[in-house]
């Protein structure tokens, strides 16, 4: 048994036989767990959920902010909580994440913690045909079937339905006339299944009932219903501990949101695709994440004013403790203040050369120097700096003056061009492992509504109002994982996103194989799909497939706006301007550069040729310093 933990009152060896795991320090009973029993010895099962550490940690967040919660006495009868629960909107909530479970909720609508103890002990094989009828029923939807005047009352909170262990013995006393004893008898032979048992309980019970007044047919009804519920019987106690532990996450989410969701990004930090999911719960609830940067995030995920400071420690291939190092340092001292500064007070070789490429990449050093491809490609250079300066500060060689700080001078940082906007997020792809500052398809928004195409979340909102339609959506490739159906017939799960969110579509061979060169990851796509809705699941099967620069290629706006604070920004923008008219010829149109000047407001100047019209080129154009926003009309 996974948690189960035998105790005796002499050594174990002396009861039964034991084996040890070579890969375990604890020694395991050679008995099973029934026998053990038999054998003289008492177990215990220990479950270990890391909620109660989400909780904690939760907790710690708020008090580092002067609220003090104790999440034991929180009200039980809280509406905005319940309010979540009915609403389904319950990704990282204990106990009902899963797709049945939300679509539990919805029609149940729970207005009491009894409510959700009821389901927790519901939602499970056997029982959970119960669901719908409990549903109807709490709502009115469905009339609560009387099954004895004198026992109804014990099922009032499960509407008429026999869920408990513990109404069973109350029944067993109420109807037959049971000792707490001879109930708990009964129980025990639900429990543990054990017919034998039961088929000795039977005569007992019948025979108190007919002393009770029951009439035999009667009898004979609730002891089949008792002797069914004995296949899938559980105890209140355990259900009501696991609901209040599902109830105290869910009150955190609806009353604390961002320390909430903060404490549950802490707990999954090192996977990558729980944390993806959790950054798509974040933007539902508005929550701002900001992105990981060495002068202000944590080693683990933290709250700040409100937002959640993305962990450096959840960057991918990056050790949380070495990111401690960086977080202790600045701590100390202060703010980096540039990329040396930051080498001279970290020793970089403790925190190693594949981590600060993460860094880099996922742009947490930008702070330091907002040319991330510089960065990356002075990394080399700091880690030697940061070397010779941690050799020469432990060598105890001071100035005269008794400074301690290093007197190497900081090598030259070399010119290189940043890395273009595409470039930057692929790079922060790879070290995230999900878009975090943006997304490929930012700069198509504009054309692809023109052409008709849907986001991802708009597509869903379609599928929940008619359960099936088929659509237009762009996405950009995450991972494709092909299969083979028991005929042989080839098909893929392809992994996509859009700024709204990450989603899967069905892909059979016919629609597959044209499109594999345009299915690598990264690349975007438009696919015509059929979305049809499966619970609250929605299903995307792909018809058509395109990349995205031809869906379109003829729906470019008429022109650009380009808006920038700094006119020294301009001979940047006619370089890149001229340099795609010499590039492309199709969808030229006017640019327009809008400098933002303090109190005069906006001044509008007209560029006096035509230029290429495309997401690239505006893409481009937001690259340079100075560029506020660029947008196409």
Not at 580 to 598: C, D, E, F, Q, S
């Amino acid at each position: 048994h996974a948690a189960g933990v035998v105790i005796g009152d002499r050594p174990l060896v002396e009861l039964v036989p034991l084996y040890r795991d070579p890969r375990s320090d604890m020694p395991a009973t050679q008995y099973n767990m029934k026998w053990v029993e038999e054998a003289g010895l008492v177990k215990f099962d220990f479950l270990g959920l890391k909620t109660l550490t989400v909780i904690q940690n939760a907790l710690d967040l708020l008090n580092a902010r002067g609220i003090a919660v104790d999440i034991a006495t929180i009200p039980l009868d809280d509406p905005a909580t319940y309010a979540l629960y009915a609403s389904a909107q319950v990704v990282a909530v204990f106990q009902v994440e899963s797709a049945g479970m939300r679509d539990a909720l919805r029609q149940l609508k729970p207005t009491c913690i009894e409510d959700i103890i009821a389901l927790v002990a519901l939602y499970r094989p056997g029982p959970m045909e119960n669901i719908p009828k409990f549903c109807n029923v709490k709502n009115g939807r469905e009339k609560r079937e009387s099954l004895h005047p004198s026992i109804d009352p014990i099922l009032d909170e499960t509407q008429g339905i026999i869920v408990y262990q513990e109404q069973v013995m109350e029944i067993a006393r109420k109807l037959a006339g049971f000792s707490l004893g001879g109930a708990d008898l009964l129980r025990r032979a639900m429990g543990k299944k054990i017919q034998a048992e039961m088929d000795a309980q039977k005569p007992l019970f019948l025979d108190g009932a007919k002393a009770n007044g029951v009439g035999r047919a009667k009898a004979d009804e609730v002891w089949n219903l008792l002797d069914k519920f004995a296949n899938y019987g559980f105890n209140k106690s355990h259900a009501a501990a696991y609901a209040v532990v599902s109830y105290q996450t869910a009150w955190l989410k609806a009353t604390y949101p961002v320390e909430f969701m903060a404490a549950v990004m802490n707990c999954d930090i090192h996977l990558t695709d729980k944390l993806g999911a959790y950054k798509q719960e974040c933007d539902r609830l508005r929550i701002v994440m900001r992105a990981p940067c060495v002068n202000r995030s944590h080693a683990t995920f933290a709250v700040e004013d409100g937002a959640i400071l993305y962990a450096l420690g959840a960057l991918k291939g990056v050790g949380v403790e070495a990111m401690r190092l960086i977080a202790a340092a600045r701590d100390t001292g202060g703010g980096f203040s540039g990329l040396f500064d930051f080498a001279a007070r970290v020793d970089l070789r403790r925190v190693g050369k594949k981590a600060l490429e993460t860094l880099a990449r996922a742009g947490a050093l930008g702070a330091l120097d907002s040319n991330r491809a510089r960065a990356f490609a002075s990394l080399e250079a700091m880690v030697a700096y940061s070397a010779a300066t941690h050799d020469e500060r432990a060598s105890s060689q001071v100035s005269l003056f008794g400074e301690t700080t290093a007197t190497l001078a900081a090598p030259r940082l070399p010119a290189v061009e940043d890395w273009l906007p595409v470039e930057r997020l692929a790079q922060e792809h790879a070290a995230v492992g999900f878009y975090l500052s943006g997304h490929p398809l930012d700069d198509y928004r504009g054309p692809l509504r023109r052409q008709g195409v849907l986001t991802y979340a708009e597509l869903a909102r379609k599928a929940a109002e008619t359960s099936a339609v088929a659509a237009r959506i762009a996405g950009t490739v995450a991972a494709v994982e092909q299969r083979k159906s028991a005929r042989g017939t080839r098909f893929a799960f392809v992994r996509l996103s859009d700024p709204t969110g990450l989603f899967e579509v069905r892909m059979f061979a016919d629609v597959l194989d044209p499109a594999r060169d345009w299915l690598e990851p990264g690349r975007s796509v438009v696919l015509a799909v059929e979305a049809t809705l499966e619970g609250d699941e929605v299903k995307l099967l792909a018809k058509a497939v395109q990349p995205v620069d031809l869906a379109v290629a003829d729906a470019a706006g008429a022109g650009l706006r380009v808006f920038l604070d700094d006119v020294a920004a301009a001979s940047s923008l006619a370089a890149r301007l001229e340099v795609a008219k010499a590039t492309a010829a199709r969808n030229r149109g006017p640019v327009h550069l809008v400098l933002m000047v303090g109190d005069l407001g906006e001044i509008d100047v007209p560029l006096p040729d035509l230029y290429p019209i495309t997401p690239q080129v505006a893409s481009a154009l937001k690259h340079v310093r100075g560029v506020v926003h660029v947008e196409d009309f």
